[in-house]
């Protein structure tokens, strides 16, 4: 069997909605589908979404690749596919993928900025700043995590330094001590 690896860029049909979890909704579900599919198949890649477009790599065996870009031309959500790369492949570099996925970065802009790019336009990308792209997702700091840091406001959370048990357990004490308190203060 022989292995391939395809890149595209298209456009989404929805209209954006706001951020969960840094995410955008309908990505989100698209990831899922994505990581659930791939996974059947042992596809791996990358997928970045931004400015209301997406750029795609999937490596995998050549039938597994093309069944799914054929499904992927299908979706509604997307339009104005344009292929990328589409060539052989001798080993894969997107081990343990089924989809990453890669929110909005400081890496990101870098690209766009190092470019000259005012916005994320796949389409327009030449063959050397598509390598770049895939590089960037192959290499992308985030691990899976579904978090927009540039875009969404996250709010740091920190740790509780007691649990929930802890915490009801530590209120009805203080309740009980004052208690008690009033008790005594009124015995005096």
């Known amino acids: 069997m022989s292995l391939m690896r395809l890149a595209y860029a298209s ?3 929805f209209e954006a909605k706001s951020v969960e979890k840094g995410v955008e909704p309908h990505v989100a579900r698209i990831l899922m589908t994505s990581r659930r599919n791939n996974g059947k198949c042992q596809l791996v890649g990358g997928l970045y979404y ?4 997406f750029f795609q790599y999937l490596e995998g065996e050549e ?3 093309l069944e799914t870009y054929q499904r992927i031309q299908k979706d509604s959500r997307h339009k104005n596919l344009i292929t990328l790369i589409e060539e052989p492949l001798e ?3 997107f081990e343990n993928w089924s989809m990453k996925y890669v929110p909005l970065s400081r890496d990101v802009r870098r690209f766009l900025d190092d470019h ?3 916005r994320f336009d796949p389409a327009s990308f030449s063959s050397g700043q598509c ?8 290499n992308s700091s985030q691990d899976q995590k579904l978090v ?4 969404a406001k996250t709010i740091e959370k920190r740790p509780n330094a007691f649990s929930v048990g802890q915490r009801t357990g530590l ?3 203080a309740l009980c001590l004052v208690g008690a308190l009033f008790a005594a203060g009124s015995m005096l």
């Open 116 to 118: 000259g790019l005012d």
């Open 171 to 173: 209120i009805v004490a």
């Open 91 to 93: 080993a894969r570099t």
């Open 11 to 13: 456009e989404a049909t």
């Open 50 to 53: 931004g400015d209301n477009r």
């Open 148 to 151: 927009n840091y540039d875009e």
């Open 63 to 65: 039938k597994d690749v």
């Open 131 to 138: 390598e770049e792209m895939i590089e960037l997702i192959r």
